[in-house]
């Protein structure tokens, strides 16, 4: 298993900003797909974004599509999200996960490594 850790988190006004980073340990972090997840109070855990080794990205709901981006840097074992235009239904715990492999997907139990979580809030 990978070893993640997220930062990056914490409170924003609706329409700003936050950069989520997810530094990786461990098993070589290369051959990794690497997904952010998000969960809020009452909800089910969603797939916010995912990044193939490559590069390759996959979106989950449109919702977040044009305002989020995922990016990874290789070489400092780390993942990024940034969300831009936040709303107050961003408000979430999120998640970093990993899983051995190329293919995004998107169902959370395809993961088998995943981060402690860091929230965010946006207020109205």
């Known amino acids: 298993q990978v070893q993640l850790v997220e930062s990056g988190g914490g409170l924003v006004q609706a329409g700003g900003s936050l950069r989520l980073s997810c530094a990786a340990s461990g098993r070589s972090y290369d051959y990794y797909v690497m997904g952010w997840f998000r969960q809020a109070p009452g909800k089910e855990r969603e797939f916010v974004a995912g990044i193939s080794w490559a590069g390759g990205n996959k979106y989950g709901s449109d919702s977040v599509k044009g305002r989020f981006t995922i990016s990874r840097d290789n070489a400092k074992n780390t993942v990024y999200l940034q969300m831009n235009s936040l709303k107050p239904e961003d408000t979430a715990v999120y998640y970093c996960?990993?899983?051995?492999?190329?293919?995004?997907?998107?169902?959370?139990?395809?993961?088998?490594?995943w981060g402690q979580g860091t929230q965010v809030t946006v207020s109205s």
């Open positions: 996960a990993a899983r051995s492999g190329t293919v995004v997907v998107t169902p959370a139990v395809d993961y088998d490594s």
